[in-house]
């Protein structure tokens, strides 16, 4: 339980970072006339990450001491936070990009390609910077790595 609560929450990291990456090479690339493989495997990664961290997520979510949905739970910010904003901002996430890179998928020019990864997954990294339990908001207990 311990360590996957280390693995879940060190690739956070690494989803932030793909996730950013991928940003700015949509935004390089938006009038490069070109949509290759790499771009495409950069796309992918960043997806696949925030799904390999539902299921983690999905499991924590029952080993975890920092869910409850014993009677007034919802006047617990630890409580709450981690039993209904965090799951439910990072499904949210999760559908976005899943959404937003089916639709760039399916574009066929390629500024049009960078264009719909730039706007949905500048959503996606902005729903998830939200929904991290950042250290600074202490009563949520969470920590950097
Ligand atoms: C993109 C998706 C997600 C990211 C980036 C993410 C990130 C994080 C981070 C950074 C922490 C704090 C860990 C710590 O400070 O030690 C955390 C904790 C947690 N996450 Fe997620 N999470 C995601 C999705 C989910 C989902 C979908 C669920 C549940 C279905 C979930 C369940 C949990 C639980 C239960 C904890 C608390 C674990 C504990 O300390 O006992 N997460 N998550």
């Keep these: 339980m311990g360590a996957l609560i280390h693995v879940h929450s060190g690739l956070r990291w ?18 490069s006339g ?3 493989k790499s771009d495409k495997m950069l796309n992918l990664f960043a997806m696949v990450l925030l799904h390999i961290q539902i299921l983690i997520g999905t499991v924590l979510s029952f080993l975890t001491g920092k869910i409850s949905y014993a009677e007034g739970w919802m006047k617990n910010p630890q ?10 901002l990072m499904v949210i996430a999760v559908t976005l990009i899943t959404i937003g890179r089916k639709k760039a998928e399916r574009a066929i ?6 264009k719909t990864i730039l706007i949905w997954y500048v959503i996606v990294l902005v729903i998830i910077f939200l929904a ?5 908001r202490t009563a949520l207990g969470g920590s950097w790595f």
């Design 79 to 88: 409580y709450r936070f981690f039993g209904l904003e965090h799951i439910l």
């Design 14 to 31: 690494l989803a932030l970072a793909l996730l950013f990456f991928a940003i700015v090479n949509a935004i390089l690339k938006l009038k």
């Design 132 to 136: 991290i339990p950042w250290p600074f």
């Design 109 to 114: 020019d390629p500024a049009k390609k960078h």
């Design 34 to 36: 070109k949509y290759e």
